[in-house]
Nanobody, 121 residues
Framework: QVKLVEYGGGLVQPGGSLRLSCAAFGTMLSINDMAWYRQAPGKQRELVAAISSGGTTTYTESVKGRFTISRDNARNTVFLQMNSLKPEDTAVYFC???????????????WGQGTRVTVSS
């Protein structure tokens, strides 16, 4: 079984920074695309940023220029550096990964448990 564990959420003032980490544990052949999603109270879950195994990145418009997604393939870890945080960034942030396993079904989508980010003065 593959499991994603997130770290780094918390309370931060507007304009501040936080860095989220997400590590994958378990037996895997490969981790393909990795991503961060978020879900604010009363809203649907939305994609924040994604990164391919080769390092190609995409961002939702509202975080461009403020958030940076990166990954360390050797440590099966994805990061989300969040700068210039705004109150509207307040949400539970979820890590997501497309994983190829050694057992069937081979290709699965895995979610982390979520980490809360609160931007408030």
């Amino acid at each position: 079984q593959v499991k994603l564990v997130e770290y780094g959420g918390g309370l931060v003032q507007p304009g501040g920074s936080l860095r989220l980490s997400c590590a994958a544990f378990g037996t895997m052949l490969s981790i393909n695309d990795m991503a961060w999603y978020r879900q604010a109270p009363g809203k649907q879950r939305e994609l924040v940023a994604a990164i391919s195994s080769g390092g190609t990145t995409t961002y939702t418009e509202s975080v461009k220029g403020r958030f940076t997604i990166s990954r360390d393939n050797a440590r099966n870890t994805v990061f989300l550096q969040m700068n210039s945080l705004k109150p509207e960034d307040t949400a539970v942030y979820f890590c997501n990964a497309d994983v190829t396993r050694t057992i069937l079904p081979r290709d699965v989508e895995v979610w982390g448990q979520g980490t809360r980010v609160t931007v408030s003065s």
